[in-house]
Nanobody, 128 residues
Framework: QLQLVESGGGLVQPGGSLRLSCAVHEFTSDYYAVGWFRQAPGKEREGVSCISSSGSNTNYADSVKGRFAISRDLAKKMVYLQMNSLEPEDTGVYYC?????????????????????WGQGTQVTVSS
């Protein structure tokens, strides 16, 4: 059973940076996409950024393009989300998720409904 553990959240001022990390456990295969999703209070969970199993395809929400960067280290089974120029609107619980579906893992589809495995989430708060 694939397990995911997020870390790196916290409180940061507007304009600041954070790097989220997602550790993948209990899964020997490398054939899975990983995505970062977030949920703000009173809002639906949304896709932030996703990366294909090979790392060659990535997708970003329009609101984070140019500010966030996703990457993965296959050998360490880690996925990272570098978040720069953070805005108060980026506040929320950030979840790491993974899925082995063929289309999802090849195209880095970034819809929450496509992901079967989820971490517990890490809080990101952007406030002065």
């Amino acid at each position: 059973q694939l397990q995911l553990v997020e870390s790196g959240g916290g409180l940061v001022q507007p304009g600041g940076s954070l790097r989220l990390s997602c550790a993948v456990h209990e899964f020997t295969s490398d054939y899975y996409a990983v995505g970062w999703f977030r949920q703000a209070p009173g809002k639906e969970r949304e896709g932030v950024s996703c990366i294909s199993s090979s790392g060659s395809n990535t997708n970003y929400a329009d609101s984070v393009k140019g500010r966030f960067a996703i990457s993965r280290d296959l050998a360490k089974k880690m996925v990272y989300l570098q978040m720069n120029s953070l805005e108060p609107e980026d506040t929320g619980v950030y979840y790491c998720a993974a899925d082995t579906g063929f289309i999802t893992r090849r195209q880095a589809v970034c819809s929450p409904a496509r992901y079967a495995y989820w971490g517990q989430g890490t809080q990101v708060t952007v406030s002065s």
